[in-house]
């Protein structure tokens, strides 16, 4: 426990908040990323569907704007108040930013290998590529239901 | 509201007038001809006629990709919200004119040919320049080979090799020897070595030591800096005719319109030679067999009475229900859900038709989790919008349909939740008056507050919908006279759900024992009527086995099934919170460095694309969490797909569409 109030408690919000951006945007990178060198391949062969890859290749970015979300939460929480946080209310707010930032990093990467299969798609059935949104939706959810924990727990914290 | 009935048509027609009558169909657009029954196809007489269907596809392959490109070398310049041209039936029977298209066509798509022939050509040129620029300094003609007595090598080694060095072994083998740099880059040095003939193979010999890599050039008789002129002078010449090449597609743009007209009358052609491949022939007659929804029996009468025809409909018998095409006839309202049924798969021939069941929901449910008023006023301008511009029919008609009531929808929950763009009238009044004392909108119940209630909202909501499913089930089996089932799978439930009930309020709400102990035993009798039913199917040690299966999945999947529409809640929540932390940051500048021209631009800004990805997300997740609970929950209880679509024989077209009657 010295060990920790060496440190204080306004370090560890600062450390929830910095993981619940830093993880999730990292994921939404990796998952962008992926599923932007799919869309690339498509765009050097048909130009003409790259507003469509675009489309597939944002949708794992939302991931990173959640960990902002919750970032913004949780820091406009504590700010102003860094100095006089204890250790216990630290940590609270380190353990409510958890969901965002694990959950986020790496429901963005699974989100981005369905995206980039889903440029397969675009690429032989373009009329069907909609299905191939759809099924990157359905990986959107977790990363929607990481959120709501983070949020709901940073909202039942009293500081 | 319901599926529509349908009747077997079976038809036999002059052979000469069939072309005549299969016209005649497509304007009446509502028969649909499918392959015969197996005792036509065993009679020895009846055969297939000729088909021209071929040569019509791959004759529409020609004049479409002709069309494309004619979009791609002159871009049609038309506004992204216009509805396609209408024609008269009769325009699009009318064959005129199709050769001559078919002819511009082709000249069309030669160019494009040459055109990427020509820029093949045009690299490989560029090669040989790219090649010959080493030797631009030597003024020998690059096939040079020697004289009577001396032999003459082109080629390259390494640059990490020293000349020097190189000439020294050369010189060791003969003094008749002589190595010219003719040029050098980082990669190579590039040498011209002339030694005597008779030492040629020698001096292969050593060079081999120091990597050297002779070069030819066959083919190039004069020296570097005419071939790079000349290569020069055909790029030029290539270009020309590509520019000229281009100017005749782009000139061709002005019959843009012929080429369309004439792809989507093929189109139809293409529809009326594949229907009659259906039919068998004799020498005079042919006969054909088809659907048609029983409503429009009188009006195919009317038709058929012009020809010499004779013909019969009757309705299907149960075992051919499979092969029975399926259309759903829709109200307005019921229509929207269309797109929903036919995404997921059509409701078999002789069930219940899903949309007005599900449209409720559907909508209800979507609005619940958008909820927001700004969003729900979006919606409702682009449907209309698009609905006034594109005179969309069919599935996008459903389309904007869908998005109307959702808009709707989602407009209305918002007023009860007291959200507009989030909270952002709320931060706009405290930033202009930062001692104001307005709560923001009205609101019934808010997400963020009362996000328990909504929770419990959802799965009551969830409990209501899947109970609809259950009723919808019921209902089927008792007409196919299946009473037993629908008391032991659905009644057993229900009475599980009642001391359910029973049992809730007595713990909830007014503690009464002897509400509890009614409650435990209206379980009870459900309980063992739902082992009972799971049983009686089964024999023997079965039985067991049935009943224990059918608990677990009773309570697994139920227990699943209702806390799935937690998702109502979550997205609700999620959308509101998202979009209030872009109004928090949108107002930030102002907040800290006062209002202003350049802190209102910024929150405009940050509103305005913060919104979008929001709406965007919003509106993409909101769908397909709708589009599971109905296909996933609510279909799992009652419904039965796998219909066939029905298509019928009538107008169709990528560019112009028929004017409707």
């Known amino acids: 426990m010295s060990f920790l109030e060496s440190f204080g408690g306004g370090a560890l919000a600062l450390l929830g908040a910095a993981l619940a951006a830093a993880l999730a945007c990292v994921g939404s990178a990796k998952g962008t990323g992926i599923a932007g060198e799919a869309g690339a391949g498509l765009v050097s062969e048909e130009p003409g569907k790259s507003g469509k890859a675009l489309i597939l290749q944002v949708i794992p970015g939302t991931q990173g704007l959640y960990g902002f979300v919750i970032f913004f939460v949780a820091f406009s929480k504590v700010s102003g108040l860094i100095g006089s946080l204890t250790v216990q209310q630290g940590l609270q707010i380190l353990s409510a930013c958890l969901p965002i930032g694990i959950g986020g990093l790496l429901s963005a990467i699974a989100q981005g290998k369905v ?43 009293a500081l | 509201m319901a599926i529509l009935k349908m009747k077997r048509l079976r038809l036999m027609i002059a052979r000469s007038q069939k072309d005549e009558l299969l016209r005649a169909l497509i304007r009446l657009g509502c028969v649909q001809f499918s392959e015969p029954e197996d005792e036509l196809l065993s009679v020895e007489s009846l055969r297939r006629a000729e088909s021209d269907t071929l040569s019509l596809k791959s004759d529409h392959a020609v004049l479409l990709r002709a069309v494309e490109l004619l ?6 310049k038309k506004g992204m919200l216009s ?23 082709g000249e069309i798509i030669a160019a494009d040919e040459r055109i990427r022939r020509i820029g093949s050509e045009e690299s490989r040129e560029r090669a040989v320049i790219e090649s010959l620029v080493p030797w631009l300094n030597l003024d020998l003609p690059l096939d040079v080979d020697g004289t009577e007595r001396s032999s003459v090598m082109l080629g390259s080694v390494p640059a990490k090799i020293p000349l020097d060095k190189l000439r020294e072994a050369l010189e060791s083998v003969t003094e008749e020897s002589e190595l010219f740099e003719v040029s050098a880059d980082k990669k190579a040095s590039y040498v011209m070595i002339v030694c005597a003939k008779e030492f040629l193979g020698e001096i292969q010999e050593a060079l081999r030591a120091f990597d050297f890599t002779a070069q030819s050039f066959a083919g190039l008789s004069s020296s570097a800096k005419q071939c790079t002129a000349q290569c020069n002078a055909a790029l030029e010449r290539l270009a020309r005719e590509k520019a000229a090449c281009e100017a005749s597609i782009v000139e061709k743009a002005a019959r843009r319109d012929e080429l ?75 229509n929207a859900l269309n797109m929903v049924t036919e995404m997921y798969s059509l409701p078999a021939y002789g069930t219940v038709d899903p949309n007005p069941l599900m449209a409720p929901f559907f909508i209800l449910f979507f609005g619940l989790m958008m909820a927001d008023i700004g969003y729900g006023l979006i919606m409702i301008a682009a449907a209309i919008v698009a609905m006034k511009k594109l005179k969309p029919r069919g599935s996008s008609l459903a389309f904007c349909q869908l998005l109307l009531y959702g808009g709707i929808a989602t407009a209305a929950m918002g007023v009860l939740t007291g959200s507009f763009f989030s909270d952002v009238l709320y931060r706009l009044v405290h930033l202009i008056n930062p001692d104001s004392t307005w709560p923001g909108l009205w609101h019934l119940f808010s997400p963020e ?6 929770l419990y909202g959802s799965l009551v909501l969830g409990m209501l919908h899947l109970n609809t499913g259950m009723v919808v089930s019921a209902v089927q089996k008792v007409k196919n006279g299946d009473k037993a089932g629908a008391l032991f799978e659905e009644g057993s439930l229900w009475i599980i759900l009642v001391g359910g009930l029973l049992l ?128 996933l929950e609510f279909f799992g209880k009652f419904y039965s797909d796998g219909g066939k679509p029905f298509r019928p024989l009538k107008f169709g077209g990528k560019y112009v569409r028929a004017k409707e009657t």
């Open chain 2, 504 to 631: 809730a309020t007595d713990m909830l709400l007014v503690k009464n024992s002897a509400l509890h102990y009614a409650g435990l035993a209206v379980l009870a009798v459900g309980v063992v009527m739902l082992l009972f039913g799971a049983g009686r199917n089964a024999k023997g040690f079965g039985k067991v086995t049935a009943a224990f299966g059918c608990i677990y999945n009773t309570a697994t999947g139920w227990f699943g099934d209702v806390l799935s529409y937690s998702r109502i809640m979550a997205l609700m929540l999620a959308g509101g919170v998202v979009g209030k932390v872009f109004n928090t940051v949108a107002v930030m500048p102002a907040e800290s460095s006062g209002v202003n021209v350049l802190t209102m631009l910024v929150f405009v800004i940050i509103f305005v694309l913060g919104h979008a990805i929001n709406f965007a997300l919003n509106i993409l997740g909101c769908y397909v969490h709708d589009l599971r609970l109905q296909c």
């Open chain 2, 71 to 76: 979009g791609k070398y002159a871009p049609e």
């Open chain 2, 260 to 334: 369309k007209l004439a792809a989507d009358r093929l189109e139809n052609s293409l529809a009326m030679s594949e229907a009659a491949d259906l039919a068998l022939s004799t020498e005079d007659v042919a006969v054909m067999q088809g659907w048609v929804p029983a409503e429009k029996e009188a009006a195919l009468e009317d038709v058929l009475s012009r020809y010499d025809c004779a013909w019969e409909c009757e309705d299907p018998p149960e075992e051919d229900y499979p092969e029975v095409p399926v259309s759903l006839k829709n109200n307005k309202l019921t």
């Open chain 2, 83 to 105: 509805a396609p041209e209408e024609v008269d039936g009769e325009t699009l029977l009318d064959s005129a004119g199709l050769s001559e298209a078919l002819t511009l066509a």
């Open chain 1, 115 to 157: 995206a980039a299969a889903s440029i397969n798609i675009l690429a032989k059935k373009p009329d069907d590529w909609t299905k191939g949104m759809i099924m990157c939706v359905i990986v959107e959810f977790y990363a929607i239901l990481c959120l709501l924990a983070s949020f709901l727990m940073l909202g039942a914290i």
């Open chain 2, 449 to 454: 507050t009362d996000s328990n209630l909504v």
